[in-house]
């Protein structure tokens, strides 16, 4: 009977080893990838694209309220994004509005020509220094959860890796966005070859408040955002879809879907006084700001789009 209890506890140990090692394993795969997007985030400044945005407003039986779609042309002018709008309803603007958006564009492309040395460097180091929230949220990404290797998949011709995260206990945020994460659980996947996340989905597991507004995101709320290969280990932004219920005060209800596409990738020249594009580039997982946006609520969530001005 002792040899009987000697293995049971061999077996246990042996069980309880195999389970850490997977999460100290699927935590390390987890922070290579993040250190592999931070060189998309440095490449992403080299690229123009196409960004569509569809949104539609649902009511309380999840009919639709309102539909809309807009496609911007995301350009480099100058050293910093501008963000023209090109399409409404995927079809191409009136001609008095499109007349508007090219007037708009030629006045913003002729101010910066027209800026002293001091004047750019000035415009260039302000896009910069804004506040990185963002980046700092997704620097605690691997330290924030625990993490567990589910499988191994082929997708598009790559080898997968999946990885589920839920809420470390106790985990201490450092930033104010990275305290957003204890409401999330996730599921991440990771290509093999490049340690790149290519897929993540993320679901709101307990209601959030958020911003200086009573605003609250209810349990339930999800989120996926996909990257794409551009180039050789070069991934970007393909598709993002959010669907979130949440409560302005004690009053509006918001009901959102929305989906945002990105196309048409193109690299540019590197450009600027020391031959670099002075951006940067924020192409990563961001959940949620994009349909707070378009409801006109200003909330600093992360949002999966690369930053641009017009």
Request: hydrophobic residues 40%; glycine residues 6%.
């Amino acid at each position: 009977m002792k040899i009987l209890g000697d293995l049971r506890l061999l077996l246990l140990c042996l069980a309880t080893t195999c389970a850490l090692f997977g999460q100290v394993a699927a935590r390390e795969i987890i922070r290579q990838a993040v250190a592999s997007d931070a060189r998309n985030w440095r490449i992403a400044r080299n690229y123009t694209f196409l960004q569509r945005v569809e949104l539609r407003r649902l009511d309380v039986q999840g009919g639709v309220k309102l539909s809309e779609v807009e496609t911007y042309d995301v350009t480099l002018q100058e050293g910093t994004p501008y963000r023209q709008l090109v399409q409404r309803d995927d079809r191409p603007l009136a001609a008095t509005e499109e007349k508007k958006e090219q007037a708009s564009l030629a006045r913003s492309i002729a101010a910066r020509r027209q800026e002293s040395a001091a004047e750019r460097a000035r415009r260039l180091s302000v896009y910069e220094s804004r506040p990185d929230w963002q980046r700092e949220a997704w620097h605690e990404l691997p330290d924030a959860f625990d993490f567990r290797l589910a499988g191994e998949v082929r997708l598009y011709g790559h080898s997968i890796f999946i990885i589920e995260a839920m809420p470390r206990p106790g985990y201490q945020a450092q930033s104010g966005t990275a305290r957003l994460f204890r409401s999330l659980k996730g599921r991440f996947w990771v290509d093999q070859q490049d340690r790149q996340i290519v897929r993540v989905e993320a679901e709101v597991i307990d209601t959030m408040s958020l911003g200086l507004f009573l605003v609250r995101v209810a349990k339930g709320s999800h989120a996926t955002l996909e990257w794409t290969s551009v180039k050789d280990g070069i991934w970007l932004p393909d598709r993002l879809q959010v669907f979130a219920s949440a409560r302005l005060g004690l009053v509006k209800a918001l009901r959102i879907e929305q989906t945002v596409h990105y196309s048409r990738y193109s690299s540019v020249a590197p450009a600027g006084p020391y031959g670099e594009l002075q951006l940067p580039g924020e192409a990563r997982l961001n959940i949620g700001a994009e349909w707070f946006r378009s409801t006109g609520i200003a909330v600093p969530l992360p949002a999966a789009r690369i930053p641009t001005q017009h």
